[in-house]
T-cell receptor, first 112, second 114 residues
Framework: GDSVTQMEGPVTLSEEAFLTINCTYTATGYPSLFWYVQYPGEGLQLLLKATKADDKGSNKGFEATYRKETTSFHLEKGSVQVSDSAVYFC???????????FGTGTRLQVFP | ETGVTQSPTHLIKTRGQQVTLRCSSQ?????VSWYQQALGQGPQFIFQYYREEENGRGNFPPRFSGLQFPNYSSELNVNALELDDSALYLCASSGGGAGTDTQYFGPGTRLTVL
């Protein structure tokens, strides 16, 4: 079945460092891809999405490009802030049932 | 525009009891999905309701059941609670339509089973 694999965390960075969180997927069709963020004690917030190959999603300085040839959707940010500390989830949307399939999450810790 | 809301925020139950969790979808959304998030894990799909009908189910036993009401709010019921049911339960709403539609999440209900 469909699945999502994320790099294990935690990822620990200093403020203003460059961030990459790797995400790869396995799907039989052409899913939509998402990044959600979860701050401590909260639910999930949509960070960005891409619905077809070569689409780039972007929001709040974060970017991810839907790469069909490498089945990847890596999350990047040029300069992280302490306030970006959270758990980041990569997910795909099954086109038949509309359910989301999530990776296990990557915790990001940013220190001043 | 009102976002997705869930109640209660926290809940403590004992094994064997039954629990009902509630979700109000975002204005204009007709689809509600429920997810279970165990500690340190990604959310797992429980089921989805579209216009009051179940529209897909994940790998959860029948003691997990749900309802959707005419105003598109929804309930998740869990019978015969087990210790492993302790988790954050997330509700998400969307406008309907498969695949490309974005789901928006509520803050979750933290269930502890003792």
């Amino acid at each position: 079945g469909d699945s999502v694999t994320q790099m294990e965390g935690p990822v620990t960075l200093s403020e203003e460092a460059f961030l990459t969180i790797n995400c790869t997927y396995t799907a039989t069709g052409y899913p939509s891809l998402f990044w959600y963020v979860q701050y401590p004690g909260e639910g999930l917030q949509l960070l960005l999405k891409a619905t077809k190959a070569d689409d780039k999603g972007s929001n709040k300085g974060f970017e991810a490009t839907y790469r069909k040839e490498t089945t990847s959707f890596h999350l990047e940010k040029g300069s992280v802030q302490v306030s970006d500390s959270a758990v980041y989830f990569c997910a795909l949307s099954d086109r038949d049932t509309d359910k989301l399939i999530f990776g296990t999450g990557t915790r990001l810790q940013v220190f001043p | 525009e009102t976002g997705v809301t869930q109640s209660p925020t926290h809940l403590i139950k004992t094994r064997g009891q039954q629990v009902t969790l509630r979700c109000s979808s975002q204005s204009g959304h007709n689809t509600v999905s429920w997810y279970q998030q165990a500690l340190g894990q990604g959310p797992q799909f429980i089921f989805q309701y579209y216009r009051e009908e179940e529209n897909g189910r994940g790998n959860f036993p029948p003691r997990f059941s749900g309802l959707q009401f005419p105003n598109y709010s929804s309930e998740l019921n869990v019978n015969a609670l087990e210790l492993d049911d302790s988790a954050l339960y997330l509700c998400a709403s969307s406008g309907g339509g498969a695949g490309t539609d974005t789901q928006y999440f509520g803050p979750g209900t933290r269930l502890t089973v003792l």
